[in-house]
């Protein structure tokens, strides 16, 4: 018979109880730690569970366990009653953006789609397992979670097993023997990162009530790239590799293990520390070699800290705190497209800095090495962040330089910091391309529609000169910006995200654009003048450039300017704007070809 866990006495994951008791349980493990300033009226308050809940990742802002976008595909497809597995998956894993979340939304997908089929279980009707029969139906047993789980991931090129084995579900006893019954139990392991990690979506959408023969949906993260050392609780595996832990536990500790019993899973409460200095409550388990946690709060202004020994990956996931099968979030304001933190990870040190964008409750999950290290609750009251002090959307894990700028061999960076001010709308910002990748780089905010009339590439410039790099920023108006920077090692490679920068901007008066640069600019050509990408009609314009391996370097107006190359190999001229022109072209022909190829053109104002 299938096992999935059990609301009642009868079942070892027992949790059941009226929503009353939940709300007690879940105020229980809260523990007031930190009050913010009255200024913006923000208390926080924080618990660490030590690996007991699902390590849902977010390098972005948001996620697909969490992205209502999600509940609505499923709710639309659903009413369409689309049973097709792939018609499905295409539309759930359109708001994914890496195969970690293709992984969750198809978890959340099923555990929120699909019911335990408590008659097949029982034998009163057929059981069902294949994936047609379960869509349509909407239930299923564990064969049913399991079989379709693993063809979901397939569609999307995860590789997903199906692992059969003993489970602590409904029926079972405590220390009852399972030496020569067969296996009552089917689960997934999927693998991400070249790592394994197991999940249960029979387990993670509800509790079976045996006394009603009733499924009670009841989400529980807990299922999802489970902790190993805390799945072998509860689940014991026919394969011994599929425990995945270094030191295997025998079926007879499996039988003896009193860890799973119902709420005893829940690790009790500790207190946060209240200031910055050395704590325990990120496990050893988790991420070896973490030796602090500080949290402090001023001036509004959430913070938190780890200090460690050797190089850990970090990333956070924040959403709104509530029953996750109610999509409704806080009142989000002019800044709810923000991102809620700014994450920066060096080789010893990771930092998140947080500005909610709008009054509520939060909950915060920060993960180490894809595992669950430490779980907060952020109430924020009253007075919230300005809309120009929010960060702006989509920021990565990879803020500032620090780790993933090291690894791709980007060195020496003139701002060592993630937050950049730019009093006057302007900066500079270099460093070191030791490695010659190929760069890209984006400039985007939260109101981009009403930036100006030019697009927001138009203010970046880009000069790579031998291994130095100059991303010039002149932006268009005050607010906040990112700036994302990515590379590749060569042509027909995937650009990835090496480092993003948030960019405050206090001045008022909008900034120029840049020249629009064209594919023939490349590696070690400089524009010397002009910058502006937006010129005066009918006046004289000073071009110098350098192209290397230029033969002839003109501008084409209404005619057609040839540029005189200098002693210092710089091409340099005046060239006249001309009436009726809206366009200036730079062009360049080399050794190579005769035809004259187009670097950039700069656009010419309207005469007044």
């Not at 059941?16 to 208390?43: I, T, Y």
């Not at 290290?373 to 809309?387: D, I, T, Y």
């Amino acid at each position: 018979a299938e096992e999935p866990q059990s609301q009642g006495g009868g079942g070892a994951e027992g949790g059941g109880g009226d929503d009353g008791g939940k709300a007690e349980e879940e105020e229980r493990s809260l523990c007031q730690f930190r009050h913010l300033p009255p200024m913006k009226k923000v208390c926080l308050k924080g618990t660490h569970k030590k690996k007991n809940q699902s390590p849902k990742l977010s390098g972005m802002r948001s996620n697909p366990g969490t992205n209502p976008l999600l509940l609505m595909f499923a709710l639309q497809l659903r009413e369409k009653r689309v049973h097709d597995v792939a018609a499905i998956v295409q539309n759930i894993a359109s708001v994914a953006k890496s195969e970690l979340e293709k992984i969750r939304a198809i978890w959340v997908w099923l555990c929120h789609n699909i019911e335990y089929d408590i008659g097949g279980y029982l034998g009163q009707s057929e059981k069902l397992c294949s994936p047609e029969e379960v869509i349509a139906t909407g239930r299923g047993v564990c064969c049913g979670y399991s079989g379709l789980c693993m063809q979901m991931c397939r569609l999307v090129g995860v590789e997903c097993q199906e692992v059969a084995g003993h489970s602590k579900g409904i029926g079972y006893r405590q220390g009852q023997s399972l030496r020569n019954v067969k296996s009552d139990h089917l689960w997934n392991a999927v693998l991400l990162g070249g790592q394994w990690f197991l999940m249960d979506a029979c387990w993670g959408a509800g509790r079976v009530d045996m006394e009603h023969q009733s499924f009670v949906k009841r989400f529980d993260d807990f299922y999802f790239l489970t902790d190993p050392e805390e799945f072998i609780d509860s689940h014991f595996p026919d394969e011994e590799r599929w425990q995945l832990l270094e030191a295997p536990v025998t079926l007879e500790e499996f039988e003896n293990d009193l860890r799973s019993h119902g709420s005893e899973r829940r690790e009790r409460p500790r207190p946060f520390p209240k200031t910055p200095g050395n704590s325990s409550l990120l496990g050893q388990k988790i991420a070896s070699g973490l030796l602090a946690l500080g949290f402090s709060s001023d001036e509004g202004e959430a913070n938190i800290s780890v200090g460690f020994s050797r190089p850990v990956t970090f990333t956070y996931e924040i959403t709104p705190h509530q029953d996750f099968l109610h999509c409704g979030t806080p009142e989000h304001k002019e800044g709810s497209h923000s991102s809620f933190g700014l994450l920066t990870v060096s080789q010893h040190s990771m930092n998140l800095q947080l500005l909610p964008p709008a009054s509520g409750a939060y909950n915060l999950r920060l993960y180490a090495k894809f595992q669950n290290a430490a779980n907060f609750l952020l109430h924020c009251k009253g007075k919230v962040a300005g809309r120009d002090e929010l960060f702006p959307p989509d920021l990565s894990s990879a803020c500032g330089p620090g780790t993933r700028t090291a690894q791709a061999g980007l060195s020496k960076f003139s701002h060592t910091a993630a937050l950049v001010s730019t009093p006057h709308g302007k900066c500079n910002i270099t460093f070191h391309n030791r490695r010659d990748l190929e760069l890209y780089t984006t400039l985007s905010r939260a109101d981009e529609t009403d930036a100006s009339a030019f697009p927001l590439a138009r203010h970046l410039f880009c000069t790579h000169t031998d291994s130095k790099v100059t991303v010039s920023v002149g932006l268009p108006d005050a607010g906040t910006y990112r700036l994302g920077v990515y590379a590749r090692n060569g042509p027909g490679g995937e650009f990835h995200p090496t480092c993003d920068f948030v960019l405050r901007n206090g001045c008022r008066q909008a900034g120029l654009p840049f020249p629009c640069v064209y594919a023939a600019w490349r590696k070690g050509c400089v524009l010397f003048e002009p910058r502006a990408g937006l010129l005066d009609a009918a006046s004289w314009v000073r071009f110098r450039v350098r192209i290397p391996g230029a033969q002839r370097v003109c501008v084409v107006a209404h005619g057609r300017t040839d540029l005189k190359l200098n002693k210092s190999r710089v091409w340099e001229g005046e060239v006249f704007s001309g009436e009726g022109v809206a366009v200036l072209k730079l062009a360049a022909n080399s050794a190579e070809s005769a035809d004259m190829a187009v670097m950039m053109t700069f656009d010419v104002k309207k005469p007044s």
